[in-house]
């Protein structure tokens, strides 16, 4: 994992940025690749599978996938119950467009980043095939079958301002989004305890660290292992 230094965080819904459309991506510089680190870090820290710059307030077309993604089911059952499961590498997908999708759809269930904790069923092409480029700026195909079109089109649709809410019925998206709601006020209520609590802990420190998000989350990579992955 790199450097925790970020600047940015994951932005939850009903946040105006994930309803932006993103722009592409011109420049393939050392901003770009600082970005991608970055979202790499904060995808992992939420131990999610996924993340579009749109999640944290960039309007690029700029997604991270963990190769985890593309793997059987039987392949990612093994990695999610071993000890220390390798995720595989962070692939970025930049400028992505899709090629080819399959008509049949399947419904599985879903997670986002933006909407912790908040599981819904989407139905999705079982297929497809997008071209991209690299972080260097080079041509890329990639293939995505079942969870891995899933993973794919969940992250596309962040980059044109769309969320996974939106594929629902009326009563279904109310009822996410009054999960999401719920869901959101128990974790702001547990954040400011510990903020409480380590506030206490911090006054003697002369300099004052970033917000203790970050450190919240520690330790807790083991005990969340084997949840549906978020994206
Ligand atoms: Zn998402």
Not at 39 to 45: D, K, R, T, V
Request: charged share 30%; net charge neutral; glycine share 6%.
């Amino acid at each position: 994992m790199t450097s925790p230094q970020t600047k940015r965080k994951i932005l939850t819904y009903p946040n105006p940025y994930l309803r932006e459309e993103a722009q592409a991506v011109e420049r393939f510089d050392e901003n770009l690749k600082a970005l991608f680190e970055e979202m790499c870090f904060l995808m992992h820290e939420s131990e999610g599978v996924g993340l579009a710059a749109t999640q944290v307030g960039e309007s690029l077309q700029l997604l991270v996938l963990s190769s985890y993604v593309f793997l059987s089911e039987e392949e990612r059952k093994q990695v999610t119950e071993s000890e220390d499961g390798d995720m595989g590498e962070d692939l970025a997908i930049i400028n992505p467009k899709v090629l080819e999708q399959s008509e049949d759809e399947l419904i599985d269930f879903e997670g986002c980043l933006s909407f912790p904790d908040v599981y819904i069923k989407v139905k999705r092409p079982s297929w497809v095939v997008i071209t991209a480029q690299d972080i260097e700026g080079n041509p890329i195909e990639l293939r995505g079958e079942g969870f891995g079109a899933r993973a794919i089109l969940h992250e596309m649709d962040h980059l044109n301002g769309k969320v996974m809410t939106d594929h629902l019925s009326f009563l279904a998206k109310q009822k996410a989004l009054k999960d999401h709601q719920r869901i959101q006020k128990r974790l702001a209520k547990k954040r400011a305890e510990e903020n409480g609590s380590s506030a206490q802990n911090q006054t003697s420190k002369v300099n004052k660290t970033k917000s203790s998000h970050a450190k919240s989350k520690k330790g807790s990579s083991k005990a969340k292992k084997g949840q549906k992955k978020k994206r």
